[in-house]
């Protein structure tokens, strides 16, 4: 315990000084040691993230699926059981707790589950089959929890757990997610409160600032191991500590947050893993695993959706091309979360420095054309775009796309996802290949809510239920992809990778681990791609040689292996 001890206090020091650690470092100890006691089986868990090219992910709302009389989670088992296992091994619920605004971001009650959807019996179900991703939304909270009404009660210790930074703070620099007022006043019982609320003004950022909070958060993540959640995302991370004159985005003080969870966490929960949400310039996202070791063992690789549209809209792989040959591994511990979709819009900031300007600009107005809108932020020199709302369907295809070729193109580009180093989620949405819910939209004026729909049991089982509807043909491609990726070695989260120039209309990644070689090709454009090869590969799926020239068709995808 002394070199815990040693450990939390450099952290603590590094975050609040010398004499703050000294304060506080027994009490963080306590709470871990209190936590290794009520659970000694989490503590002997395995101290690497544990992954194989088996482990997929499915990103979906707890309430996606309902049936009358029936909790969605319960249904949501159902339906991953029946229509997904064993290819998916794993599912992100997006924030299961009440809330009272921004689909779960805005928790009322961190530790409890909205009523609505189940509670914490359906979620644990769900853990003892598949590996389950929980949200911890630590910058914030809703305006409607009690901790926020204790504040405005101005109750000990209450009063401080909201940032209310003081008047001659120089504000001038802060980063923009939205173009809300950064600041919201509310009356409290000990006056006016100008509180800082990054998201909207029923989300009221907590104030690390006191180490109570930070406490508080660490809790919340043992709660949540506790409850199955073998991985915690850290929802919007990189705001959580201000400074004035700074950018108060991912700052020193939060990479030492991060820091501090992950060495709590491998010594009460260690099989825990820790992702980043830090939908921010590709370099400023990577910071965040580190030495590999220290920091988060997952991070979101927020430039890949944003380039791999780019690709197909200029049915030119080459800037996705550039970016994935430049990536660099984070080492064995520690793994990117590839995706395309999620619940969110496809972020373009982390392409800032990747793609020129007009190129943004070109994807902006393909994003509108499509039936789409666009998420803005505030900087100095008046809103700019933010990210894309829209479905990846939608996103991917031309209005009168005939529905072949919109699923040909759905499917290549999760090819791309599915081959590259790192673990693949997919949300529910790009499972079905759901076009954009305008109706939502409108009703609610909230330009995410194009990609939120939810559905009924019913509908997704007549769905499914017919061969050549465009969901069942999406599910089927995807479960054949995955089935194949799990085969091989090669397609080891953290196996090496090459990204060979094979012109613009190709987009290829090659693979190695345990002497076996894939190499995965894919055509982004609508015309027939010819390659030539090395001889010696064969087939990923039917293990049948190739020639040394093969012929990719429109949106076509190869998976190739050699060794083995």
């Known amino acids: 315990m002394a070199r815990l001890s040693e450990r939390l206090h450099r952290h603590l020091a590094a975050i609040y000084g010398a004499e703050e650690a000294r304060r506080w470092v027994p009490r963080f100890r306590e709470r871990l040691e209190r936590f290794v006691r009520a659970h000694p089986d989490l503590a002997r868990g395995p101290?690497?993230?544990?992954t194989s090219p088996a482990e997929a992910w499915l990103i979906t709302y707890g309430d996606q699926f309902s049936r009358p009389g029936e909790p969605p989670l319960a249904t949501l088992g159902r339906f991953m059981n029946r229509w997904?296992?064993?290819?998916?091994?794993g599912v992100h619920l997006l924030p299961i707790y009440p809330y009272s605004s921004d689909d779960g971001f805005s928790v009322i009650d961190y530790r409890a589950v909205d009523p609505r959807l189940g509670d914490w019996g359906h979620v644990q179900d769900l853990a003892r089959r598949y590996t389950l991703m929980l949200d911890a939304v630590v910058n914030h909270a809703s305006v409607q929890s009690a901790w926020f009404r204790r504040f405005l009660?101005?109750?000990e210790p209450y009063r401080r757990y909201f940032l209310v930074p003081p008047a001659d703070w120089d504000l001038s620099q802060v980063v923009r997610p939205r173009t809300t007022p950064l600041l919201t006043e509310f009356t409290t019982t000990c006056g006016l409160k100008k509180v800082w609320t990054t998201f909207s003004a029923d989300q009221a950022d907590l104030n690390y600032r006191e180490p109570g909070v930070l406490l508080e958060a660490l809790e919340l993540l043992?709660?949540?191991?506790a409850r199955g959640a073998r991985r915690?995302?850290?929802?919007?991370?990189?705001?959580?500590?201000?400074e004035p004159g700074t950018t108060c985005l991912n700052l020193p003080q939060t990479h030492e947050i991060v820091r501090l969870f992950r060495t709590a966490l491998d010594?009460?929960?260690p099989e825990v893993a820790l992702v980043t949400e830090t939908n921010v310039p590709h370099a400023e996202n990577v910071a965040y695993f580190g030495d590999g070791e220290n920091e988060a063992q997952l991070v979101y690789n927020f430039a890949l959706p944003p380039l791999v549209?780019?690709?197909f809209a200029r049915e030119d792989a080459r800037a996705l091309s550039t970016w994935a040959a430049g990536l660099r591994p984070p080492g064995p511990k520690a793994a990117f979360l590839n995706f395309l979709a999620s619940h969110d819009g496809i972020g373009l900031r982390p392409v800032e420095g990747i793609l020129p300007p007009d190129e943004v600009a070109f994807l902006v107005e393909r994003t509108l054309a499509h039936g789409g809108e666009v998420g803005y932020r505030d900087t100095p020199a008046g809103p700019a775009p933010y990210e894309l709302n829209s479905t990846w369907y939608d996103a991917l295809n031309p209005p009168g796309t005939p529905e072949e070729l919109g699923v040909r193109r759905l499917l290549a580009s999760h090819a791309i996802m599915l081959a590259l180093a790192g673990l693949p989620a997919v949300y529910v949405h790009a499972l079905f290949g759901t076009p954009n819910w305008r109706e939502g939209f409108e009703r609610s004026g909230e330009k995410r809510k194009l990609n939120r729909r939810k559905f009924r049991e019913a509908e997704v089982e007549a769905w499914l239920a017919d061969p050549a509807s465009r969901p069942r043909r999406i599910v089927e491609g995807l479960k054949e992809r995955l089935k194949l990726r799990a085969r091989h070695a090669a397609f080891h989260p953290s196996a090496p990778q090459r990204v060979p120039d094979l012109g613009a209309g190709i987009f290829a990644v090659e693979r190695e681990a345990e002497a076996e070689r894939a190499l995965v090709l894919v055509n982004v454009t609508g015309r027939p791609r010819r390659v030539k090869l090395a001889e010696g590969w064969r087939d990923g799926g039917s293990g049948e040689a190739v020639g040394r020239e093969v012929t990719l068709e429109p949106y076509a995808d190869l998976w190739l292996i050699t060794g083995g």
Do not use: M, N, Q, T
Not at 84 to 89: H, I, T, V, Y
Not at 232 to 242: H, T
């Open 84 to 89: 997904l296992a064993p290819e998916f091994s």
């Open 47 to 50: 101290r690497a993230l544990a």
């Open 153 to 155: 009660r101005c109750e």
């Open 232 to 242: 915690l995302r850290l929802d919007a991370v990189g705001f959580i500590w201000k």
């Open 267 to 269: 010594h009460a929960a």
């Open 309 to 311: 549209l780019h690709a």
């Open 222 to 225: 043992f709660f949540y191991a």
